[in-house]
């Protein structure tokens, strides 16, 4: 019996030192991502659409982010970043149940997103409760900068400031008496509808609205209503992969009238689904700059150079946005920030002339810019026209 029990206590201990030593791995573990406290990097997040039907608007700034962090890694800096994407497929749900994973298995000091509104609204007070700083380059809806979130920044300006300076363009082209103003179900779609509707009717214009369900591919009754209506304007606020389908059979259907979306429709995808003479001089928004062209200021000419150079391809939407977003939290990692709370304390004063715009945010997280760009269908292709107050739509 004594034996037996020499035994059984020998065997406790080692068993003991076995379960202290899982404990042990698991709290290095818990260290090694991003607490500023272990291992040479730190990890920031990217939360958005990167495999889903909207994804063409997120891959942009995620190649935009992904390109600072490794022209910063270049430097051999002390703390080097890695980059965690977080794919949402545009789904709010899957938001939702990503960002806890973000938190607590990779621990992000950071994150860049979420991408759309609405899976912005199902993560964003997930990351306040985890204290990690988070700026989206592309969540446009107003509400998300009311919620009295700290941690939480927008690098655009609002559908508020988007929807109205859309609509105020087409009023100013096209001095049309009626106006019809669609849009899908998600909370993107619904809010810049909004403001559209509201631009339109508070300038004296009859406006008709009608709600298209996105995983339809048939919108058939829609377009009957439109042509019933016969509307001198249409906005769209939706995303391109509904908003070319739609596109198409309105002309198909006989609707002439100018068409007009957001920033969710800004990509030459929408082009392709609608035919490029169904698409020609369709007008589409965005509080973004895509830079087109000949560039000459030197900030611009070296981002588009190297983004070329990784990508393989220009930039395009909130692809600056992007690399805007991870300079300005790897200026305060440079300034010898590596937790979420003074990441955070460092965003309050900082000031920068990016490559997207100025940025300054203010207490609530949001811009005090608000210009919104306006893009046009010429020939197949988006071109852009310049800002929504001086742009002057064709067709």
Not at 5 to 33: D, E, F, P, W
Not at 119 to 142: F, M
Request: charged share 20%; aromatic share 8%; hydrophobic share 40%.
């Amino acid at each position: 019996m004594e034996r037996l029990g020499t035994l059984r206590r020998n065997m406790l201990r080692v068993t003991g030192a076995v379960a202290m030593s899982a404990v042990l791995a698991l709290g290095a573990a818990a260290c090694g991502g991003g607490d500023g406290k272990g291992g040479d990097t730190l990890n920031i997040g990217f939360m958005g659409d990167l495999s889903g039907p909207d994804s063409s608007i997120v891959i942009p700034p995620n190649k935009g982010a992904q390109l600072a962090i490794e022209q910063y890694n270049a430097t051999n800096p002390k703390k080097k970043l890695k980059l965690v994407n977080y794919d949402t497929q545009g789904k709010e749900n899957q938001a939702a149940a990503l960002a806890p994973k973000a938190i607590k298995d990779d621990k992000v000091v950071a994150m860049i997103g979420p991408a759309f509104s609405g899976e912005s609204k199902a993560a964003d007070g997930i990351l306040e409760k985890g204290k990690i700083p988070n700026i989206t380059p592309s969540a446009t809806n107003p509400d998300l900068a009311k919620q009295g979130y700290k941690y939480w920044h927008r690098l655009v300006a609002t559908d508020a400031a988007q929807g109205a300076g859309i609509a105020e363009a087409m009023i100013k082209a096209k001095s049309p008496k009626k106006a019809y103003v669609i849009n899908g179900k998600k909370a993107y779609s619904v809010g810049i509808g909004d403001f559209a509707f509201n631009t339109f009717k508070g300038k004296g214009l009859t406006v008709q609205r009608d709600q298209i369900d996105e995983t339809a591919s048939d919108f058939s009754s829609t377009v009957t209503k439109v042509k019933s209506f016969a509307p001198d304007v249409i906005f769209y606020g939706g995303y391109y992969s509904e908003g070319g389908k739609l596109l198409k059979q309105l002309r198909d259907g006989g609707v002439t009238a100018m068409f007009a979306s957001g920033d969710g429709s800004l990509d030459a995808k929408l082009v392709e689904g609608a035919g490029a003479k169904q698409a020609e001089n369709a007008v589409i928004g965005c509080p973004c700059f895509i830079p087109f062209g000949q560039q000459t200021d030197p900030t611009l000419v070296k981002f588009v150079a190297d983004y070329k150079a990784k990508v393989g391809a220009d930039p395009s939407i909130y692809s600056t946005e992007g690399y805007d977003a991870a300079s300005a939290f790897i200026a305060a990692i440079k300034a010898g920030n590596t937790t979420g709370e003074k990441i955070n304390d460092f965003l309050k004063t900082y000031t920068a002339k990016g490559v997207s715009k100025e940025i300054k945010w203010d207490a609530t997280g949001e811009l005090a810019a608000t210009t919104i760009h306006l893009y046009q269908v010429e020939g197949g292709t988006i071109k852009w026209l310049g800002t929504s107050d001086q742009a002057k739509l064709k067709g």
